[in-house]
C-alpha cells in the first residue's frame, strides 16, 4: 500500500458545526502532516506530527484541532469555521521528518464552509 | 530564509514539443530540492528531487531535472510533452539539518499542452 487516503473527499459544513476529517496511511510512516491549499496557491503547512506527537504548529487557530491516534491515523477536527477557511486540505505522509524525505500526499478533502 | 522562485506561473507547449518548467532557489547552502505535480482536484504526486547525489536526476513519467549550484537552479524538463501532462508543477526546498516540515512550495507553474 503505497496510498494516503483521505476522506470525505467533499464537505459542506455550517459555521456553527463540527466535522472531522480523516487521513490514513500504512506505509508505516512516522511523520504526518496538515497542508491548506487555496485556489491557485502552493500548499501551507499547518501541523507536523512525528512518532504521533505534534511537533509543529504554524500559528493555526484553534478552531483546527489536530489529534493522531496512532501512527496510521490523523485527524483534523473542525469548529465554528469561517468562510474563509474554505478550501483544499491536504495530508501527507513521510518517512521520517528529516529534510531529505519526499512526502506522500493524499487527494484532500475539498471543504466549503457556508 | 530559504525560498523558490518559479518563473512563470503558466507555460504552454504543444504536443512533442519540450517541456522546461524553471526553479530557482535561494538558500544559505544547497538544498535538498522537489519537483511535485498536481492533477485538478488531486493531491500532490512527487516527480524526482535532488538530495546531494547525482546532479542530473531522473523522475516518473519521463521528467528530469538538473541541479546546477553555479545557477541556484533546478529547472524540470521533458523532451517530449504529451496531453496527460496538463498539471500545476510545484518546485520545493527543504534544507539540510533544517527542521522537520519545512517544505517550502514556490508559487507553482501551470502547464498547458495544445494538440
Known amino acids: 500500500d503505497t496510498e494516503v487516503t483521505q476522506t470525505p473527499k467533499h464537505l459542506v459544513m455550517g459555521m456553527t458545526n463540527k466535522k472531522s476529517l480523516k487521513c490514513e496511511q500504512h506505509?508505516?510512516?512516522?511523520?504526518m502532516y496538515w497542508y491548506k491549499q487555496k485556489a491557485k496557491k502552493p500548499p501551507e503547512l499547518m501541523f507536523v506530527?512525528?512518532?504521533?506527537?505534534?511537533?509543529i504548529n504554524e500559528s493555526v487557530p484553534s478552531r483546527f484541532s489536530p489529534e493522531c491516534p496512532n501512527s496510521s491515523l490523523l485527524n483534523l477536527h473542525l469548529h465554528a469555521l469561517q468562510p474563509e477557511d474554505s478550501a483544499l486540505y491536504l495530508c501527507?505522509?513521510?518517512?521520517?521528518?528529516?529534510?531529505?524525505?519526499?512526502?506522500?500526499f493524499g487527494s484532500g478533502t475539498r471543504l466549503t464552509v457556508v | 530564509a530559504q525560498s523558490v522562485t518559479q518563473l512563470g506561473s503558466h507555460v504552454s507547449v504543444s504536443e512533442g514539443a519540450l517541456v522546461l518548467l524553471r526553479c530557482n532557489y535561494s538558500s544559505s547552502v544547497p538544498p535538498y530540492l522537489f519537483w511535485y505535480v498536481q492533477y485538478p482536484n488531486q493531491g500532490l504526486q512527487l516527480l524526482l528531487k535532488y538530495t546531494s547525489a547525482a546532479t542530473l536526476v531522473k523522475g516518473i513519467n519521463g521528467f528530469e531535472a538538473e541541479f546546477k549550484k553555479s545557477e541556484t537552479s533546478f529547472h524540470l524538463t521533458k523532451p517530449s510533452a504529451h496531453m496527460s501532462d496538463a498539471a500545476e508543477y510545484f518546485c520545493a526546498v527543504s534544507e539540510k539539518g533544517g527542521s522537520q516540515g519545512n517544505l517550502i512550495f514556490g508559487k507553482g507553474t501551470k502547464l498547458s499542452v495544445k494538440p
Open positions: 506530527y512525528s512518532y504521533e506527537k505534534l511537533s
Open positions: 501527507a505522509s513521510s518517512q521520517g521528518t528529516a529534510a531529505n524525505y519526499g512526502y506522500t
Open positions: 506505509m508505516g510512516h512516522r511523520a
